[in-house]
């Protein structure tokens, strides 16, 4: 599975869009992009992903550049919630195991 | 609500001691995982099963064991336990099919003394 390289801390006023930007230039054409969130205590929580369109849900937008060697999640009106680690992933669609690197650890400043 | 659950959220054992941690997931998942937590290290995969009684060696299996005799339970073992299993171990379910979405239990902070 491809590498991805993130920034290790952002931060983000509260009520600001959060823009989480990921690295992927090894991506293969069978691969998802995956985002993760760690809240301090918890378990990881599954955000969103996307092969190379671009997604929203309830939690977050996924930009993936028209290349897929990059992609952007996007946390609409930050709160203070949503201070935590998140994990960029990229895999394939075979049923393997998720490889967590390190994450960009986000802080929601008041 | 899906829910997986780690038996216990706090352990402190003893060098030399056996140690099994529990996980038990009610969402009917094939996949079961076990990772560790350590910081500045990230999440590591340790033991991963996608069906009762199959078991795959994930990253760092050394000093581990697993066994998954119902589909519903995925047991961590620690034959003997030493200082350096001293983690945050969080297991976590998916669908066989797309494996797509991760749940994850609230983890179980091991600490051996």
């Known amino acids: 599975d491809a590498k991805t390289t993130q920034p290790p801390s952002m931060d983000c006023a509260e009520g600001r869009a959060a823009n989480l930007p990921c690295n992927h230039s090894?991506?293969?054409?069978?691969?998802?992009v995956y985002w993760y969130r760690q809240i301090h205590s918890q378990g990881p929580q599954y955000i969103i992903h996307g092969l190379k369109n671009n997604e929203t849900n309830e939690m977050a937008s996924l930009i993936i550049t028209e290349d897929r060697k990059s992609s952007t999640l996007i946390l609409p009106h930050a709160t203070l919630r949503d201070t935590a680690v998140y994990y960029c992933i990229v895999r394939n669609s075979g049923n393997t195991p998720l490889v967590f690197g390190k994450g960009t650890r986000l802080s929601v400043i008041a | 609500d899906v829910k997986v659950t780690q038996s216990s959220r706090y352990l402190v054992k003893r060098t030399g001691e056996k140690v099994f941690l529990e996980c038990v997931q009610d969402m009917d998942h094939e996949n079961m995982f076990w990772y560790r937590q350590d910081p500045g290290l990230g999440l590591r995969l340790i033991y991963f099963?996608?069906?009762?009684?199959?078991?795959e060696k994930g990253d760092i299996p050394e000093g581990y064991s697993v066994s998954r005799e119902k589909k519903e339970r995925f047991s961590l073992i620690l034959e003997s336990a030493s200082t350096n299993q001293t983690s945050m171990y969080l297991c976590?379910?998916?669908?066989?099919?797309?494996?797509?979405?991760?749940?994850f239990g609230s983890g179980t902070q091991l600490s051996v003394l």
């Open positions: 099963s996608y069906d009762v009684k199959m078991k």
């Open positions: 976590a379910s998916s669908l066989f099919q797309t494996n797509e979405k991760l749940f």
């Open positions: 090894t991506i293969s054409g069978n691969e998802y």
